[in-house]
C-alpha cells in the first residue's frame, strides 16, 4: 500500500519559517521525482519545488530564494523548508511521487495546511 503522509504545517506569523516533511512508504522512493505542489482557496493547484531522483532541483518563481526542498533517500522522506513566508503562502500543500521511465506512477499525499497570518 503507497502511502504519502506530510506533516509540519500549521499556523506562521509573515516572516517566519515552517519545515515540512512528507514521509513515503510502498514506492521505490530513491527512483521517484518528488515535488510539492500547493492549493489555495479558490485557486488551482499548482507546483511549488520539485527534486529528481538525480537530486535535480526546480522551483517556482514565486518562491525562489526563500523556500529549498531536498530528499533522504534512507528515511524515504521529502522536506520543504520555507522561510521568509508570506500571507500569499498560505494554501494546503501537497506531496507528490511520480516515475516515467521504464514504467509510469504517480501518488499524492492527503496534504497539509500552512497558514501565514498575523
Known amino acids: 500500500q503507497v502511502q504519502l503522509v506530510e506533516s509540519g504545517g500549521g499556523l506562521v506569523q509573515p516572516g517566519g519559517s515552517l519545515r515540512l516533511s512528507c514521509a513515503t512508504s510502498?514506492?521505490?522512493?530513491?527512483?521517484?521525482?518528488m515535488s510539492w505542489y500547493r492549493q489555495a482557496p479558490g485557486k488551482q493547484r499548482e507546483s511549488v519545488a520539485g527534486i529528481t531522483s538525480r537530486r535535480g532541483t526546480n522551483y517556482a518563481d514565486s518562491v525562489k530564494g526563500r523556500f529549498t526542498i531536498s530528499r533522504d533517500n534512507a528515511k524515504n522522506t521529502v522536506y520543504l523548508q520555507m522561510n521568509s513566508l508570506k500571507p500569499e503562502d498560505t494554501a494546503v500543500y501537497y506531496c507528490?511521487?511520480?516515475?516515467?521511465?521504464?514504467?509510469?506512477?504517480?501518488?499524492w499525499g492527503q496534504g497539509t495546511q500552512v497558514t501565514v497570518s498575523s
Open positions: 510502498g514506492i521505490i522512493f530513491s527512483i521517484a521525482d
Open positions: 507528490h511521487a511520480a516515475y516515467s521511465r521504464t514504467s509510469s506512477w504517480e501518488y
